[in-house]
């Protein structure tokens, strides 16, 4: 009787984690990307704000610099906390949980990023507001460093699915970024109900996710492989451009030693950028030119010139995240390799809006059943030889740097044996 009671109250302690954490983050980004929405479209219709980035930088600097300490690390932060369990007793005795200061704390200054014109994603805030926010039950329910690893997990996978709508690339990024050494059947169950369960509450919230399509999908032969192939080893090397530019500003930036002045500094010259070029094609997410990448020609450098914006602006210390400006960096890349490369414009976006995230993240298997997701199946060949390839081509480099630390090498291999055991 007593075993039954212990099982009991193990299930029913994990099905409230998973529901109320679902709960709090699916809404924590559906208030996210509704305000995020609102905020473009102003800004869109008040143009002048862009003057103010500089000072909307210096507010962020400031903000971190007296209260963020301790978590303006951000996704990094999420992913030490994890690998940090690896390597610390079982008990619950000294377990610090993620400050819940870094939910608030990324959720205004994201929004204030994009307000202003800085170049960044969305995913780096929904990450972050659902690790802290699930961490948060780390002392609430006295977990053990084992269950902590789960729930920041599922904290991960319930941002990330409730910010894009693919629940099921969600549940397997936050275990490829987290668990790379060793995947966990416990940690599985959790991950994906989290993803759906944040997903169905974001689209309870009435909160519309970008639709994408490919049009013309060629009959594999042995000419589109090749193709692909050669797609993929540069949209590598477009995710190592992507890298590299980011840790050059990172280097420059670091030589101002008073941390606020960094985004502010910064701020004026994205400013200045924006009013020089008479453009705001290149600052905030990009959707619109995400999408126009699939039907019509797109600029010779729009992939380069958002490398080096969303490069200047996280590196200055702006907020957001990098996922949605690599595909915006893929899908654009891809449009314009349609000048050598005899595959259909929507196929080559596609496959670059995919491949370019798996070769900066290193999160393989992710990228391809998000490009499943929301290309289509019929797609799936072309999407994951490009991913894979792209994967192989940018080396050892990725944007999370804490996971590089930890010793992910070659993390495909890590996965695909860990699925055969299962």
Same mark, same amino acid.
């Given at each position: 009787?007593?075993?039954?009671?212990?099982?009991?109250?193990?299930?029913?302690?994990?099905?409230?984690?998973?529901?109320?954490?679902?709960?709090?983050?699916?809404?924590?980004?559906?208030?996210?990307?509704?305000?995020?929405?609102?905020?473009?479209?102003?800004?869109?219709?008040?143009?002048?704000?862009?003057?103010?980035?500089?000072?909307?930088?210096?507010?962020?600097?400031?903000?971190?610099?007296?209260?963020?300490?301790?978590?303006?690390?951000?996704?990094?932060?999420?992913?030490?906390?994890?690998?940090?369990?690896?390597?610390?007793?079982?008990?619950?005795?000294?377990?610090?949980?993620?400050?819940?200061?870094?939910?608030?704390?990324?959720?205004?200054?994201?929004?204030?990023?994009?307000?202003?014109?800085?170049?960044?994603?969305?995913?780096?805030?929904?990450?972050?507001?659902?690790?802290?926010?699930?961490?948060?039950?780390?002392?609430?329910?006295?977990?053990?460093?084992?269950?902590?690893?789960?729930?920041?997990?599922?904290?991960?996978?319930?941002?990330?699915?409730?910010?894009?709508?693919?629940?099921?690339?969600?549940?397997?990024?936050?275990?490829?970024?987290?668990?790379?050494?060793?995947?966990?059947?416990?940690?599985?169950?959790?991950?994906?109900?989290?993803?759906?369960?944040?997903?169905?509450?974001?689209?309870?919230?009435?909160?519309?996710?970008?639709?994408?399509?490919?049009?013309? %999908?060629? &009959? +594999?032969?042995?000419?589109?492989?090749?193709?692909? =192939?050669? /797609? !993929?080893?540069?949209? #590598? @090397?477009?995710? $190592?451009?992507?890298?590299?530019?980011?840790?050059?500003?990172?280097?420059?930036?670091?030589?101002?030693?008073?941390?606020?002045?960094?985004?502010?500094?910064?701020?004026?010259?994205?400013?200045?950028?924006?009013?020089?070029?008479?453009?705001?094609?290149?600052?905030?997410?990009?959707?619109?030119?995400?999408?126009?990448?699939?039907?019509?020609?797109?600029?010779?450098?729009?992939?380069?010139?958002?490398?080096?914006?969303?490069?200047?602006?996280?590196?200055?210390?702006?907020?957001?995240?990098?996922?949605?400006?690599?595909?915006?960096?893929?899908?654009?890349?891809?449009?314009?390799?349609?000048?050598?490369?005899?595959?259909?414009?929507?196929?080559?976006?596609?496959?670059?809006?995919?491949?370019?995230?798996?070769?900066?993240?290193?999160?393989? %298997?992710? &990228? +391809?059943?998000?490009?499943?997701?929301?290309?289509? =199946?019929? /797609? !799936?060949?072309?999407? #994951? @030889?490009?991913? $894979?390839?792209?994967?192989?081509?940018?080396?050892?480099?990725?944007?999370?740097?804490?996971?590089?630390?930890?010793?992910?090498?070659?993390?495909?291999?890590?996965?695909?044996?860990?699925?055969?055991?299962?």
């Amino acid at each position: 009787m007593k075993n039954i009671s212990t099982h009991l109250f193990f299930i029913l302690k994990w099905l409230f984690i998973i529901i109320v954490t679902a709960s709090l983050v699916g809404s924590a980004t559906a208030w996210f990307l509704i305000a995020l929405d609102y905020l473009t479209i102003w800004r869109s219709y008040h143009i002048w704000i862009v003057n103010f980035l500089p000072l909307i930088g210096l507010g962020i600097g400031y903000a971190y610099h007296y209260f963020g300490t301790d978590v303006k690390k951000g996704n990094d932060l999420i992913l030490e906390s994890h690998q940090a369990a690896e390597t610390t007793s079982t008990t619950n005795s000294s377990i610090k949980p993620i400050p819940l200061l870094m939910a608030p704390l990324v959720f205004i200054s994201s929004l204030l990023t994009h307000v202003g014109g800085g170049s960044a994603g969305r995913e780096g805030t929904a990450v972050q507001m659902g690790g802290a926010i699930a961490d948060q039950f780390t002392t609430l329910f006295k977990l053990n460093t084992a269950e902590r690893k789960t729930i920041l997990i599922m904290g991960v996978s319930a941002g990330f699915a409730a910010v894009f709508g693919t629940p099921w690339a969600a549940a397997v990024f936050a275990l490829e970024i987290m668990s790379f050494r060793k995947i966990k059947f416990e940690n599985i169950i959790p991950s994906f109900a989290a993803a759906f369960g944040a997903h169905y509450i974001c689209l309870a919230w009435m909160v519309k996710h970008t639709v994408y399509s490919i049009d013309i %999908i060629p &009959s +594999i032969t042995v000419s589109t492989i090749s193709w692909t =192939m050669l /797609a !993929g080893i540069i949209f #590598g @090397l477009t995710a $190592v451009l992507f890298i590299y530019t980011g840790k050059i500003f990172e280097a420059l930036f670091s030589k101002i030693k008073f941390e606020p002045m960094r985004p502010f500094i910064g701020g004026i010259i994205i400013a200045l950028f924006i009013v020089v070029a008479n453009s705001t094609k290149y600052i905030g997410l990009g959707i619109p030119t995400i999408i126009d990448a699939f039907i019509s020609p797109a600029g010779n450098f729009d992939f380069a010139l958002k490398i080096v914006l969303t490069s200047l602006t996280l590196s200055a210390g702006f907020k957001g995240g990098e996922v949605t400006p690599l595909f915006f960096i893929g899908a654009t890349l891809g449009n314009i390799l349609i000048w050598f490369i005899p595959l259909p414009m929507a196929l080559l976006a596609g496959m670059g809006f995919v491949a370019v995230f798996a070769g900066a993240t290193h999160c393989v %298997i992710a &990228s +391809i059943i998000m490009g499943i997701e929301l290309f289509g =199946m019929e /797609a !799936g060949m072309y999407l #994951g @030889l490009a991913s $894979v390839v792209a994967y192989f081509a940018s080396g050892m480099n990725g944007i999370y740097s804490a996971k590089l630390k930890m010793g992910a090498k070659y993390d495909l291999y890590n996965f695909i044996s860990k699925t055969k055991e299962l």
